[in-house]
């Protein structure tokens, strides 16, 4: 048998291999592993090595300014408990006001200082300095300190007071670019002086003083105030200079309460003339410390709501059309109640406060035609204005002057207001008239053929206009063979004197045929070709010769001599006479018309119907929208209903037509009134129909039954008087004024126009009304 080798086999190639790679990688993943712990200790504990460093450093630099500067420190005592508050400004002795005064250079002086707060713990002194070379307001402030009683023990036992110094503010004068900008890039730009200092009182929300440091320059006949307005805040115990302002009236900014909410804010008038111009600022917080808070204006160059109407309606408000534009922007609130951004009302509230001066101004009966006319321009008023310019040749001149004279204001109010609405004529005519007056009728002429949508007419009427600025009488274009369109009230007269009335052939005798009598009509309106003309007549230009032709033309009887005379018997019924027109009379702007016609007998005018109304036939159209009763309307708009009736109810207790008092629910005055019946007619040329209410004497009385505590009193009699309501509820029209003896006899259709009118009786005559788009109301 042969011998086994003693020698032990080694292992296969191939599993040493296997088992060797193993072992290394449990190895490499060990060292890994390692690696990564001893990393993660190292970076803790370099980090721990760095906080404290940073935190002994710290401390080392608290311990520094604690002992020299513990001032730096203050802010640490809103944290502080009050028994470990740092005390501040210790570095420096505490000083006695006599010893404050002693420490001022040689041309420095204190001033009067200002209490703080209400204890007299703290102060603020303005430092005085001598002005080199000066001759008048020599003495100005360089600098402010504010100073706190010391509350140490050694010093409150002394009969002095000793005050630290909390801290002080360095001012530099400014540049007088600030009052003039044309010296903004001038090397001969000086200072200007700051003199004096005071307190602007509380803005509510603030816990610090507000001040003004301020100076005034005599410029010419004005003293333009200047200054700086300064915070101090007693919290973080600095002064802070926030901005600068002027004022050319010299008067100082002041707080009002602009937007509502309980803060007020800072308003900086820079009014010249008649040109309102506020500078409005909200006190806002930041996030400084030093300084928490600052003043931000309110500005309009940018719209805070995104709506095409508000853009358009601060456009106007930026170029000083306050008046047009707030009124805008009070129906787009109404339509945006519920999302309309705080930061959009507060644009509206600064455009309401230039409104109200611009409203006030304009209401003033100047005794100067062109103050009038700018007044009226200015509120964006500008038919009232053109009537002014027409109503004589003198008025034109003075006016003439003024728009020469005009740098860009009145033209840029013209600009935006036909940016916004291109079509709109009255702004047109003013437009042109300034072009006139600067630049030429030939260059305004050619402007105004430019416009969009110019009617001939217009046209000629503006082109007529244009002689007057240079106080040329331009004999007025008749257009010849027009029909006549004439409303005017009717009168009987018993006598006639001839020679007072003007008719074609002057030698023919003014009679009458068997049943006849005469009439006279005051006319209220006329068309005379081109347009309606409104009593009174002023303008009319009748020549010395031909005057009678003259109005036979312009009233177009020359083709139609014929008149009705309208009159409604007690039911309500009209009755219509034909009448001729025989002659004119024109008296200081009235124009009267002497027509023969049947006798109109008396008990067919009631006198709780209109008053006799004279009109020719093509003259208007006669519109009656068929009735709704508001229990029908509440069912197709309830919220209009809801809207109206209060209203409704208000404006009868205000003419004393219902007793003063509570208004009663809205559903004791629908059940009432359900069966009232009234009409839904657009008479504002939006689309959206007003609601017109009709109310007679014996409708009143029937509300008396809701008030329960009342004494039911006998109703009077009245004639029916007429209430128009916008879709959004307000008021555009009404008859229940009191003392007002007018009352809205119909609504017709003028001949020129598509858009409604109100025909008006008024206690003499009647007069036509027609919305106005612009002024917001019948005119």
């Given at each position: 048998?042969?011998?086994?080798?003693?020698?032990?086999?080694?292992?296969?190639?191939?599993?040493?291999?296997?088992?060797?790679?193993?072992?290394?990688?449990?190895?490499?993943?060990?060292?890994r592993?390692?690696?990564?712990?001893?990393?993660?200790?190292?970076?803790?504990?370099?980090?721990?090595?760095l906080?404290?460093?940073?935190?002994?450093?710290?401390?080392?630099?608290?311990?520094?300014l604690?002992?020299?500067?513990?001032?730096?420190?203050?802010?640490?005592?809103?944290?502080?408990?009050?028994?470990?508050?740092?005390?501040?400004?210790?570095?420096?002795?505490?000083?006695?006001?006599?010893?404050?005064?002693?420490?001022?250079s040689?041309?420095q002086?204190?001033?009067?200082?200002?209490?703080l707060?209400?204890?007299e713990?703290?102060?603020?002194?303005?430092?005085?300095?001598?002005?080199?070379?000066?001759?008048?307001?020599?003495?100005e402030?360089?600098?402010?300190?504010?100073?706190?009683?010391?509350e140490?023990?050694?010093?409150?036992?002394?009969?002095?007071?000793?005050?630290?110094?909390?801290?002080?503010?360095?001012?530099?004068?400014?540049?007088?670019?600030?009052?003039?900008?044309?010296?903004?890039?001038?090397?001969?730009?000086?200072?200007?002086?700051?003199?004096?200092?005071?307190?602007?009182?509380?803005?509510?929300?603030?816990?610090?003083?507000?001040?003004?440091?301020w100076?005034q320059?005599?410029?010419?006949?004005?003293?333009?105030?200047?200054?700086?307005?300064?915070?101090?805040?007693?919290?973080?115990?600095?002064?802070?200079?926030?901005?600068?302002?002027?004022?050319?009236?010299?008067q100082?900014?002041?707080?009002?309460?602009?937007?509502?909410?309980?803060a007020?804010?800072?308003?900086?008038?820079?009014?010249?003339?008649?040109?309102?111009?506020?500078?409005?600022y909200?006190?806002?917080?930041?996030?400084?410390?030093?300084?928490?808070?600052?003043?931000?204006?309110?500005?309009?160059?940018?719209?805070?709501?995104?709506?095409?109407?508000?853009?358009?309606?601060?456009?106007?408000?930026?170029?000083?059309?306050?008046?047009?534009?707030?009124?805008?922007?009070?129906?787009?609130?109404?339509?945006?109640?519920?999302?309309?951004?705080a930061?959009?009302?507060a644009?509206?509230?600064?455009?309401?406060?230039?409104?109200?001066?611009?409203?006030?101004q304009?209401?003033?009966s100047?005794?100067?035609?062109?103050?009038?006319?700018?007044?009226?321009?200015?509120d964006?008023r500008?038919?009232?204005?053109?009537?002014?310019?027409?109503?004589?040749?003198?008025?034109?001149?003075?006016?003439?002057s003024?728009?020469?004279?005009?740098?860009?204001?009145?033209?840029?109010r013209?600009?935006?207001?036909?940016?916004?609405?291109?079509?709109?004529?009255?702004?047109?005519?003013?437009?042109t008239?300034?072009?006139?007056?600067?630049?030429?009728?030939?260059?305004?002429?050619s402007?105004?053929?430019?416009?969009?949508?110019?009617t001939?007419s217009?046209?000629?009427?503006?082109?007529?206009?244009?002689?007057?600025?240079?106080?040329?009488?331009v004999?007025?274009?008749?257009?010849?063979?027009?029909?006549?369109?004439?409303?005017?009230?009717?009168?009987?007269?018993?006598?006639?004197?001839?020679?007072?009335?003007?008719?074609?052939?002057?030698?023919?005798?003014?009679?009458?045929t068997?049943?006849?009598?005469?009439?006279?009509?005051?006319?209220?309106?006329?068309?005379?070709g081109?347009?309606?003309?409104?009593?009174?007549?002023?303008?009319?230009q009748?020549?010395?010769?031909?005057?009678?032709?003259?109005?036979?033309t312009?009233?177009?009887?020359?083709?139609?001599s014929?008149?009705?005379?309208?009159?409604w018997?007690?039911?309500?019924?009209?009755?219509?006479?034909?009448?001729?027109?025989?002659?004119?009379?024109?008296?200081?702007?009235?124009?009267?018309?002497l027509?023969?016609?049947?006798?109109?007998p008396?008990?067919?005018?009631?006198?709780?119907?209109?008053?006799?109304l004279?009109?020719?036939?093509?003259?208007?159209?006669?519109?009656?929208?068929?009735?709704?009763?508001?229990?029908?309307l509440?069912?197709?708009?309830p919220?209009?209903?809801?809207?109206?009736?209060?209203?409704?109810?208000?404006?009868?207790?205000?003419?004393?037509?219902?007793?003063?008092?509570?208004?009663?629910?809205f559903?004791?005055?629908q059940a009432?009134?359900?069966?009232?019946?009234?009409?839904?007619?657009?008479?504002?040329?939006?689309?959206?129909?007003?609601?017109?209410?009709?109310i007679?004497?014996?409708?009143?009385?029937s509300?008396?039954?809701?008030?329960?505590?009342?004494?039911?009193?006998?109703?009077?009699q009245?004639?029916?008087?007429?209430l128009?309501?916008?879709?959004?509820?307000?008021?555009?029209?009404?008859?229940?004024?009191?003392?007002?003896?007018?009352?809205?006899?119909?609504?017709?259709?003028l001949?020129?126009?598509?858009?409604?009118?109100?025909?008006?009786?008024?206690?003499?005559?009647?007069?036509?009304?027609?919305?106005?788009?612009?002024?917001?109301?019948?005119?």
């Amino acid at each position: 048998m042969a011998n086994r080798s003693r020698k032990p086999t080694p292992p296969s190639s191939q599993g040493n291999q296997s088992h060797g790679n193993g072992n290394k990688r449990v190895c490499a993943k060990a060292r890994r592993k390692s690696q990564y712990r001893s990393w993660l200790w190292s970076t803790l504990a370099i980090a721990l090595l760095l906080s404290s460093a940073g935190l002994i450093m710290a401390f080392t630099w608290f311990s520094i300014l604690f002992i020299f500067n513990p001032a730096q420190l203050s802010w640490m005592n809103e944290f502080l408990q009050e028994w470990g508050q740092i005390p501040l400004n210790k570095s420096e002795n505490p000083q006695s006001l006599q010893q404050i005064q002693d420490g001022l250079s040689t041309q420095q002086t204190a001033g009067e200082s200002i209490p703080l707060d209400d204890e007299e713990g703290s102060f603020l002194l303005p430092i005085f300095q001598q002005r080199a070379n000066c001759q008048s307001d020599c003495q100005e402030i360089v600098e402010l300190r504010v100073y706190q009683r010391a509350e140490d023990v050694e010093y409150q036992s002394q009969p002095e007071k000793f005050y630290y110094l909390a801290t002080q503010l360095s001012i530099t004068a400014p540049d007088e670019s600030l009052i003039n900008a044309a010296l903004l890039y001038r090397d001969d730009n000086i200072s200007l002086p700051l003199t004096k200092i005071q307190s602007l009182g509380s803005d509510v929300v603030s816990p610090g003083v507000w001040l003004a440091l301020w100076g005034q320059r005599q410029q010419e006949t004005n003293a333009i105030a200047y200054g700086y307005i300064i915070y101090y805040n007693p919290q973080r115990q600095n002064l802070l200079q926030l901005l600068s302002w002027k004022n050319p009236n010299g008067q100082l900014p002041k707080w009002e309460q602009v937007t509502g909410g309980g803060a007020k804010e800072l308003v900086i008038d820079q009014t010249v003339d008649l040109e309102p111009q506020l500078t409005v600022y909200q006190v806002q917080e930041t996030n400084f410390y030093l300084n928490p808070i600052q003043l931000a204006e309110i500005s309009l160059k940018s719209p805070a709501f995104e709506d095409s109407g508000y853009q358009d309606a601060l456009l106007i408000a930026r170029n000083g059309l306050w008046t047009p534009a707030f009124e805008w922007l009070q129906f787009i609130q109404k339509q945006h109640q519920g999302d309309f951004p705080a930061a959009a009302q507060a644009q509206v509230d600064v455009i309401r406060l230039h409104s109200q001066l611009t409203k006030a101004q304009a209401d003033i009966s100047w005794a100067s035609p062109s103050e009038q006319v700018l007044a009226e321009l200015i509120d964006g008023r500008w038919a009232k204005a053109l009537q002014v310019f027409e109503a004589s040749l003198q008025n034109a001149e003075e006016i003439a002057s003024l728009l020469k004279a005009d740098t860009g204001r009145l033209w840029n109010r013209t600009v935006a207001a036909l940016r916004v609405n291109p079509t709109r004529q009255d702004v047109q005519v003013w437009a042109t008239l300034i072009l006139a007056a600067q630049r030429g009728e030939e260059r305004a002429n050619s402007w105004l053929k430019s416009q969009p949508e110019i009617t001939p007419s217009h046209l000629s009427y503006v082109q007529g206009l244009l002689p007057q600025l240079q106080g040329k009488v331009v004999k007025p274009e008749i257009v010849l063979n027009h029909p006549s369109q004439i409303i005017g009230a009717v009168q009987p007269i018993t006598e006639i004197n001839s020679s007072e009335w003007l008719q074609p052939d002057s030698n023919a005798d003014l009679t009458l045929t068997d049943n006849q009598v005469w009439y006279r009509v005051e006319v209220s309106a006329f068309h005379d070709g081109k347009s309606w003309l409104s009593s009174p007549f002023r303008n009319l230009q009748p020549p010395n010769t031909s005057s009678a032709e003259f109005f036979w033309t312009t009233l177009g009887i020359n083709l139609n001599s014929e008149i009705q005379i309208i009159v409604w018997n007690s039911q309500g019924e009209q009755q219509i006479t034909s009448a001729t027109i025989k002659a004119v009379l024109w008296q200081n702007g009235v124009l009267q018309l002497l027509a023969a016609s049947p006798k109109i007998p008396d008990d067919d005018n009631h006198p709780l119907q209109p008053k006799p109304l004279a009109v020719t036939q093509s003259a208007l159209e006669w519109v009656q929208p068929s009735p709704i009763t508001l229990s029908t309307l509440y069912q197709q708009n309830p919220g209009a209903v809801e809207a109206m009736l209060p209203i409704l109810w208000r404006s009868l207790q205000e003419t004393g037509q219902l007793p003063v008092g509570d208004v009663p629910s809205f559903w004791q005055i629908q059940a009432q009134l359900g069966n009232w019946p009234l009409q839904m007619i657009d008479l504002t040329n939006d689309t959206q129909p007003e609601m017109v209410l009709t109310i007679s004497a014996d409708a009143i009385a029937s509300l008396q039954d809701i008030i329960l505590d009342t004494q039911k009193s006998q109703p009077k009699q009245f004639r029916p008087r007429t209430l128009i309501l916008s879709d959004s509820g307000k008021v555009i029209y009404t008859d229940f004024k009191n003392y007002s003896q007018q009352s809205l006899t119909a609504i017709a259709k003028l001949s020129d126009s598509q858009s409604l009118a109100l025909l008006v009786e008024n206690a003499d005559n009647y007069s036509i009304k027609r919305w106005s788009d612009q002024n917001q109301r019948f005119e």
